[in-house]
């Protein structure tokens, strides 16, 4: 029988099969954040404890203060409690961690593949929903619930229900200006926030094959966004040369036995997928979102569209919300949108790359509206001061800070004013995301670089 990539990994992860309705799978891999309190205290309650501490690892991330590393210095006392209880839980558990005072610590889905934590042909789960990231290192990523993590915790297993297979095939070469967070934008606006419901994604093609771990890394991430709770790529070379060497990858003969499997670890040429997209990778433009949902996007030299042209009564009503919340009127041209404010950051786009790709928008500018720019990382930070892409960000006059999950979720006081317009790499711009009545424009770092300069909305391929 012809398999695609996830029939393997999953067949192989099988504990207890079941014809209908969820199995018992084996996770490789648990990764938690300081949110995962709720899931200690059940297991205190339960008198459990953890059956493999050494597949769990925590890192703090999602309410982290970015301006300091001392938890007596978080954006509230409740916040520094939460740090200081995840480190009591570690401890607890006898869970393997990074500490918020640790140099490596960072957002749960830099560290992982940055660590070698994430590796080919693995289960991994995590407390959220963006866990689907780590598929771009070829293995099943998803998030869970707290007392699915409370179960993972006590029996290293997990009930799952097996979803359909969607494959998203973008062939050709990609133009100037258009990066990876273009080609998944322009994804979940062709199949809807709705599309991949019920689905695992393979992302697979020609111009998937070309971009680098960190492009894959922002392909997988934003599966969520259309309604998946899985995206993959198949792992090659490119894979295989990143994890080499990092500090929980497999050492000498582990690594040519791990390398000898990792490369069975691709979709048979007959694999059957329940639902095929095609997408020509050289058509695709610098994407921007105008509305309240990652699928409300366009090209930035096109206009925000009239809902009156569309015929679906439900689809036509959220858009009307959409641009009220918005304040955006139809017809208005995408690039003559004013902000308020710019964030460079999230594990969707804060990668050395990314950092890269803004940075030389930005040498020699100054930005015209308040931002900042947040590492995934400590690691990262590290190497962008290297090459002096602290102090570009810095001239240009965005703050420069420490590691975490920042302004993309809002939960540590870097939030935006009500009212503000932000262009933002983040993954999300529902309504309230960045802060209470802020609005929120996805797009790539270049983008948001450079919007911040202009002070509105710009096209990359100007520049």
Not at 5 to 27: A, C, M, N, Q
Not at 214 to 238: H, K, Q, W, Y
Not at 312 to 322: E, I
Not at 424 to 440: D, I, L
Request: charged share 20%; proline share 5%.
């Amino acid at each position: 029988m012809s398999l695609t990539l996830f029939d393997k990994i999953w067949s192989t992860h099988l504990v207890l099969p079941r014809d209908e309705g969820p199995s018992l799978l084996y996770i490789d891999r648990h990764i938690v954040h300081e949110g995962s309190f709720h899931a200690f205290n059940a297991l205190r309650a339960r008198k459990l404890t953890l059956r493999h501490p050494n597949q769990v690892f925590g890192v703090p991330d999602h309410y982290v203060p970015t301006h300091s590393r001392l938890a007596k210095e978080a954006a509230s006392d409740e916040v520094g409690k939460m740090i200081v209880q995840f480190d009591r839980n570690m401890q607890w558990g006898q869970v393997p961690h990074f500490k918020l005072t640790d140099e490596r610590q960072g957002i749960v889905h830099v560290i992982g593949p940055e660590q070698g934590l994430t590796l080919p042909g693995t289960v991994v789960v995590c407390s959220d929903s963006h866990t689907s990231t780590h598929g771009a290192i070829g293995a099943i990523a998803f998030g869970i619930g707290q007392s699915e993590s409370m179960h993972v915790m006590a029996t290293q297993t997990l009930w799952q229900s097996k979803p359909n297979a969607m494959r998203v095939r973008i062939d050709g070469p990609l133009s100037g200006g258009v990066s990876a967070k273009d080609l998944i934008l322009a994804v979940i606006c062709e199949i809807g926030a709705a599309g991949a419901v019920g689905y695992a994604i393979e992302y697979a093609g020609t111009t998937i094959e070309s971009l680098d771990i960190e492009g894959r890394l922002t392909i997988c991430n934003m599966s969520i966004e259309a309604g998946a709770r899985f995206g993959s790529i198949a792992p090659d070379d490119v894979v295989f040369d990143y994890l080499y060497g990092r500090p929980q990858s497999p050492k000498g003969e582990r690594w040519d036995q791990a390398l000898a499997y990792w490369r069975t670890l691709k979709s048979d040429d007959n694999a059957h997928f329940d639902r095929e997209v095609v997408l020509d990778g050289s058509k695709i433009k610098p994407m921007v979102t105008w509305g309240t949902s990652p699928d409300t996007g366009a090209p930035i030299d096109g206009v925000v569209p009239d809902p009156a042209r569309l015929n679906d009564v439900a689809q036509r009503a959220s858009a009307k919300a959409a641009l009220a919340y918005m304040a955006i009127e139809p017809g208005t041209r995408l690039k003559d949108i004013a902000i308020d404010r710019v964030f460079i950051g999230s594990c969707t786009n804060s990668r050395l790359n990314d950092l890269r790709e803004a940075a030389r928008v930005l040498r020699g500018r100054k930005v015209c509206v308040p931002g900042m720019v947040v590492p995934g990382s400590g690691f990262i930070k590290q190497a962008a001061e290297a090459e002096g892409l602290d102090r570009v960000f810095i001239e240009a006059g965005l703050q420069w800070r420490s590691a975490g999950c920042s302004m993309c979720a809002a939960m540590n006081g870097d939030a935006g004013q009500p009212g503000e317009r932000i262009a933002s790499t983040s993954n999300r711009n529902f309504v309230g995301r960045q802060g209470k009545g802020t609005r929120t424009h996805l797009m790539s770092p270049a983008m948001a670089a450079a919007a911040a300069v202009k002070g509105h909305l710009s096209d990359i391929r100007e520049w």
